[in-house]
């Protein structure tokens, strides 16, 4: 049975008549998704494209007037490529590269050749570059602020803690946000196999208790017997605050630790204690601000300081406003339990947020598919999207500098969906009409693909071949080509050969390899490498072959910043001081009103602390039955749809008070825009939370509300900060009520009108 690898893990298909006709999980995977089963059916489904389409505005000159609204055009490949290659050609002549976008964003294959971001990229770069985004919606506010307080992304997107030093080493594991193993189920690059859960159970059998704070009980797994704490959503900074100033008062802070390995401390003090503003942070203001009891906090900062304490911060944490200060107090709070650096303790971001966050990874990274140099400096924090459409011209800060927003002419949309991570998504679909032309590569009838003016159908990780290598585990995997490629879709690489081709450019782009050319190029660059490391790969036909390859050895396990802690001296940390920076002259010196040079709380734009009677918090988090907005209409997405569509919890007193019970379809609204939903009741929400999934496909009717369930037509588009300008999806109060009369007709899952061409 072929093997299928994707991000979210590894399955068996059966193939009958070249169509999989049933998918099962790798044998050998302790924890199996089923997120593969929305494989099944999909791939030949009525919402896949088949053939180029144009729209019909677009071919009638309406300037992007219709844009989401619109029918299409089936055209040819030979069709499609010269209107793209023209329209390029005309783009860059008239107004240059940095008027191009290149958009590609997302998880859109765990190949190391067919990423779509690396093959756009390439291409982009090889005719003069393009306008680029920097950061990633995941946690773009850490990204930003983390290099400042300890030199690196180091215990962000990987060398954490790893799961055997929590075994057996943690006593007390407070995981802020949770570690919700739905989560755990992806990982960027792909899985082998699913530990996550088996790691935290292991860490409980051990001795390890664990404290949830969250507005969601089940994210951790009730095996763990984990203590929940449900705070106002937003308040986690003002919460770790009143546990820092137990910690201080009461003699408990490892001043020994902050002296040798931090700076700032006495600064941080100051506004701890209340003697730079007249105000302690003290249990009992944390508590006027979170909801908790004031004895609650000071108990569980005594049990911190009691053991060896392991402080986890979900990335959801920074996806809010001033979100930097999520991070910053994270770390602050660890480095004054003093155990960063030892076995078990210090602090970590992002555990259970991927399979692969936790394991000890290899000493090296695998090559991939050259994208080669941009030569235009333009670029936007990934979350201002609508900002530099609307404004082109205008003036954005970013991390000390100041920018200004390109006059964008023709996005270029290949991976990814900004009609599923942008916020507010009314604005964007307002804003994405200004360009004049858009170009998009897409297998199915999302949103992204409605709003194209050329929509070219590419293929799935199915239906070719690619290297499968996998980030934070010690397996390799030959993922080979299932099923043919629906109708005429073709691979990006074989659509950006055919128009480099029509520029003149098709040896420069593929520089005379075929698909299995690239491979072979790629897996004997990756031996080299793997080889300077002591590990010696197989030929490439006999991996091939045997479709596998396991690296037996890893590294030892470190503690995070281990080398640091046992001698600051000779490994410096790469900040001005070398060591953590609890107050940071340098974020300081950028004069940000919104980004103090050192850890504050500072209320968000919308919270239940500012918001009207009857509003609830918004906790937008990741689905469980897909990644992201994937295969949102595959069976296993569609099989926990309520009423048909996304499903929004509540706490049963909640919908008592709005006269709701589960099945309702109801109607969420924001300041922003409004959709429907299917209501559930449980007690796993917390009072004065609303939990409604990312990933819904959008389906906007013409009064603009999404009948289906899409977030983000709700979110706030606001930056964290002029820092780092990252998303703040969490900083969200709505309103529920139950929909009166008969729920309109849900259509994300029809596609447009299609008519063929000449």
């Known amino acids: ?77 030979d069709t499609a490529i010269r209107l793209v290659a023209g329209n390029l050609t005309r783009i860059i002549g008239t107004y240059g590269n940095r008027a191009i976008f290149g958009g590609s964003y997302g998880w859109a294959s765990a190949g190391r ?4 971001s690396g093959q756009l990229h390439r291409f982009l770069n090889l005719v003069g570059g393009f306008t680029r985004s920097v950061n990633t919606h995941s946690y773009a ?112 802070a490892d001043r020994a630790f902050l002296d040798r390995y931090t700076v700032g401390y006495d600064r941080f003090r100051a506004y701890l204690c209340g003697d730079a503003d007249g105000v302690p942070k003290s249990a009992d203001w944390a508590a006027g601000i979170t909801g908790l009891d004031a004895a609650q906090i000071r108990d569980l900062a005594r049990r911190m300081a009691r053991g060896r304490t392991m402080i986890g911060m979900a990335f959801a944490l920074q996806r809010a406003d001033h979100g930097e200060q999520a991070v910053w107090m994270t770390i602050t709070l660890a480095a004054m339990l003093g155990q960063i650096g030892l076995p078990g303790g210090g602090f970590g ?20 598919f050259p994208q080669g140099a941009n030569p235009v400096p333009d670029f936007i924090p990934v979350a201002r999207l609508s900002d530099m459409l609307e404004h082109p011209g205008g003036g954005f800060d970013y991390d000390g500098g100041t920018y200004r927003y390109p006059d964008i002419r023709m996005i270029w949309w290949a991976g990814g969906n900004p009609f599923h991570h942008q916020q507010d998504l009314n604005r964007l679909r307002r ?35 690619d290297l499968g290598f996998l980030k934070g585990e010690p397996h390799l995997y030959a993922m080979k080509q299932a099923v043919p490629a629906f109708g005429a879709a073709q691979s990006d690489h074989a659509i950006f050969t055919a128009i480099a081709g029509a520029l003149g450019q098709a040896d420069a782009f593929a520089e005379g390899r075929d698909e299995m050319g690239w491979l072979r190029k790629i897996y004997r660059e990756s031996a080299e490498v793997a080889a300077g490391h002591g590990y010696n790969l197989p030929d490439f036909d006999t991996f091939w072959d045997s479709g596998e390859f396991r690296l037996e050895t890893l590294p030892a396990p470190r503690p995070l910043l281990h080398a640091f802690r046992s001698d600051p001296g000779a490994h410096p940390r790469r900040t001005p001081s070398g060591r953590i920076e609890i107050f940071s002259a340098t974020v300081a010196g950028f004069g940000y009103d919104d980004c103090p040079g050192l850890p ?27 990644l992201h907005s994937q295969y949102d209409h595959g069976p296993h997405s569609r099989g926990g749809k309520v009423a048909g569509r996304e499903p929004a919890r509540m706490h049963p007193d909640e919908g008592a008070r709005r006269g709701i019970s589960t099945g309702d379809v109801i109607v969420v609204r924001s300041a ?71 729920a309109p007709e849900m259509r994300a899952f029809t596609p447009p009108e299609i008519t063929p061409g000449p």
């Open 1 to 77: 049975m072929p093997v299928l690898l994707n991000h979210w893990g590894r399955a068996e298909a059966r193939v009958e008549g070249g169509r999989i006709t049933a998918i099962g999980p790798a044998p050998d995977d302790p924890n199996p998704t089923r997120i593969n089963d929305n494989l099944m059916g999909t791939l030949t489904g009525t919402m896949r494209i088949g053939q180029p389409m144009i729209r019909r505005g677009f071919l009638d000159g309406d300037a992007g007037a219709r844009r989401g609204e619109d029918g299409f055009v089936a055209v040819s490949w």
């Open 349 to 368: 971001l992002g555990y259970s947020a991927a399979n692969q966050i936790g394991n000890v990874p290899l000493p090296f990274s695998w090559p991939g």
């Open 672 to 742: 922003r825009g409004a959709c429907l939903a299917g209501a559930v009741l449980s007690d796993d929400v917390a009072r004065g939370c609303l939990q409604l999934a990312t990933g819904a496909w959008l389906d906007l009717s013409p009064d603009g509300l999404d009948r289906h369930g899409n977030v983000n037509v709700l979110t706030l588009d606001k930056p964290t900060s002029r820092l780092a300008q990252g998303p703040t999806a969490h900083t969200t109060v709505v309103f529920v009520e139950r929909l009166a009369g008969e």
């Open 141 to 252: 506010a850490a990204e930003v602020v983390l290099p400042h307080i300890i030199g690196s992304q180091d215990g962000l997107s990987g060398n954490h803690t790893p799961w055997g030093l929590i075994a057996g080493h943690t006593d007390l594991f407070v995981a802020f946000g949770g570690l919700p193993t739905r989560n755990a189920q992806v990982s960027f690059g792909g899985v082998g196999a699913h530990t996550v859960r088996d790691r935290l159970a292991a860490a409980r059998a051990a001795g390890t208790r664990f404290v949830h704070i969250g507005p969601l009980r089940d994210d951790v797994d009730a095996d763990l017997g984990a203590e929940w704490v449900a705070p106002r959503m937003n308040t986690d900074v003002a919460l770790m605050l009143g546990l820092a100033h137990v910690l201080e008062t009461e003699g408990l």
């Open 600 to 626: 504050t709380w500072m209320p968000p734009a919308e919270w239940l602390g500012n918001a009207p009677e009857g509003a609830l918090h918004l906790v937008s988090n990741q689905p469980s039955r897909k």
């Open 113 to 116: 050749f067919h990423t779509a």
């Open 431 to 465: 804003a994405w009409k200004r360009p004049e032309v858009i170009v998009v590569h897409e297998p199915f009838w999302n949103a992204n693909a409605r709003h194209a003016d050329i929509v070219l159908p590419c293929t799935l990780p199915p239906e070719r071949n």
